[in-house]
């Protein structure tokens, strides 16, 4: 019971989600018949999925020419049979509306048809664009059209082969509201030039105008750093050697198919004075000249192609590298403070005892113990000269002044 009503309501979703995409594109067969007079050739159909024209006739002709006109260019080719298939790489967009003319070489018999996608004007999304990053990752984003409902969704998918195979999205990039804003994919494999994007949009509003585009991947992979960045210094004239190897990309390229830019800068400048512009070489090497044994220098590195199908947008910058000698400050400073440290402790040092104490009390004299064996002779003669009767005088004397 469960299993059925989800096969039903799963039925139900892609049918919603695909039909105004299918309503826009079944709409040409209308144009057609009410634009063309009675021709042999009937039934124009657009098969969105293969890129593929197909069409009935009431007669057999030996061959038949078919034409693309779009805002975008043209393409004509010569078939055989019923069917003008258009390959992803010389295919044109479908949302800005496109004409189709089946001729019948060596007559006057001809069938024209155009295809206008329906929906609100303004509904279909802006400003989109992908880009693949670190060699296997894509993102795309856009901006949701200006004129659509407030309850519209979109949704992706990527085509990049002629077949009906298609990829949808796998991780969506929500924005306000829940609405989808972009996409992103890995394991993205660049091994078709050309890929086709289509993003259309569902509301239970209104209906919303359909988005196509088709991108060259080789345009769109931004490329990784260059690799193994080394630098080797010499004390003499010779300077710095600077070698690297080129980035990872998606699949493989030669080394003539890249150019490299190289920024160094004097880590000692102030960020404002650093004028140095960068250096571009077409090789994984480069001698660095102005080399100063007493400065330091940061080094950063990117690459973008030069030649072959590679994109021509410069890539990511290397992690900065850092090579020659920093002044060293630091035993200065070091110094400097040293000795103002101890100023500074002196006078303070200084100013506290001259507030809190004196030199007499803090260092007071130390007394002299009296030498008997060092009595001079003169006192010792004086002594033993003193007759009693001066002793005894003064003994007199000194009673005499305690009594009083």
Known sequence: MFYTLGLIWMSWWCMTLFHPLHADLQRMERICSAETEESPITNLTWNW???????????NFPSY???????DGRRRKQVKNRKCGFSIETNLPLHRGINFTIEVPNTNISKHCRLIPEGIKGSA???FSCVIYDVSLMNCTWQAGRNAPGDTQYFLYLKKSSDGNKSDCEL????????HTGCRFQNVMVKEKNAYFLVYGISNNARIQFY???????????????????VNCTTDLAGCTITWQKPRTSYEKPEHCFEYEINIQNKDEPEKDKKDPPVTVNT?????KNYNVKKKYILKIRARGRSCTVNRSWGEWSEPIEFGEEKDYFLVVLLLLIVLGTILVTLLLFFLCKRYCSFKRVFPPIPQPRDKFNISHDENIQTENMSPSSLSCTKEIT???EMT
């Open 49 to 59: 999925r293969r890129m593929e024209l197909s069409w009935e006739s009431s007669k």
């Open 65 to 71: 020419t078919c034409t693309m006109i779009s805002s």
């Open 125 to 127: 999304i802006e400003n």
């Open 172 to 179: 969506y990039i929500k924005g306000e509201n829940g609405m």
């Open 212 to 230: 196509d585009e088709y991108i060259n991947l080789y345009n769109i992979e931004r490329f990784t750093p260059p690799l193994n960045v080394s």
């Open 284 to 288: 994984n090497k480069y001698e660095f």
């Open 399 to 401: 009673m005499v002044e």
